[in-house]
């Protein structure tokens, strides 16, 4: 039997982050693959190069805003839950967490049916997205800023950290490949684990099978729980 969610786990601010956040990646990668390239498959080179860089704000922004509103925000629920909670508290690796981790290797690899117990984010999905996604962003953003003329003197430091401006060119272009290769991984956890949740964050729709009362309007409220807004 397929375990609940919903809508609450994933609230519209959450949603709409994620949105922006996976469109203005898909807009960087193909800007940037062409000015790497020095084509003009998308338009000239100088225009792509000013859509990469509007559109590397808007990424970065997403990013703190998305952390700001997990410390600030309204929250969100557990897996089948109806309560808010901060939505920080779901990402903080505990030592449950570590000890769990070769259940979930193994239950990724196919070498165990029974899925681990889980609050909302497993240790994998952590360790995504509390150090992989910000470090990568960070590389990013600042081989980005020295590669970019108005802040290239300000980023002279981080050129010649990196031993001079073509260093900067292959760790921004590899990182980006790291970027890609973390999304793909993404994408093959929440298959894996459950591709329901996916449509909670893309469509804030859950499954009829898998729905708890009280989180849609036409479902009466279980006794004892209290319906929050979605």
Do not use: C
């Not at 469109?23 to 000239?44: K, R």
């Not at 559109?55 to 998305?66: A, C, G, I, K």
């Not at 010649?160 to 060119?169: C, E, K, M, S, Y």
Request: glycine share 6%; aromatic share 14%.
């Amino acid at each position: 039997m397929p375990h609940t969610l919903t809508r609450l786990e994933h609230p519209w601010p959450a949603v709409l982050l994620h949105w922006a956040h996976l469109l203005s990646f898909f807009v960087l990668v193909a800007t940037g693959l062409q000015i790497h390239a020095h084509t003009n498959t998308f338009g000239t080179l100088g225009t792509i190069q000013q859509v990469h860089f509007i559109v590397m704000y808007v990424f970065v922004l997403t990013t703190v805003v998305r952390i700001y509103w997990a410390f600030l925000g309204r929250g969100s629920a557990a897996l089948g839950g109806l309560s808010r909670h901060r939505d920080w508290k779901f990402f903080g690796l505990s030592w449950t967490d570590w000890k769990s981790l070769p259940k979930w290797l193994a239950y990724y690899l196919f070498l165990r049916k029974e899925r681990p117990h889980v609050v909302k984010y497993n240790p994998l999905q952590k360790l995504t997205y509390v150090l992989l996604f910000p470090l990568t962003i960070l590389v990013m953003a600042l081989t980005g800023f020295a590669m970019f003329q108005p802040t290239a003197v300000a980023m002279s430091w981080l050129t010649a950290l990196l031993g001079g401006l073509n260093a900067v060119r292959l760790t921004h272009y590899l990182v980006m490949w790291v970027m890609i290769v973390f999304f793909m991984i993404h994408l093959y956890l929440v298959i894996v684990e459950d591709p329901s949740e996916a449509s909670i964050m893309l469509w804030r729709s859950v499954p009829e099978d898998q729905r708890v009362a009280g989180d849609y309007q036409d479902k009466p409220v279980a006794p004892g729980v209290r319906r929050e807004g979605a």
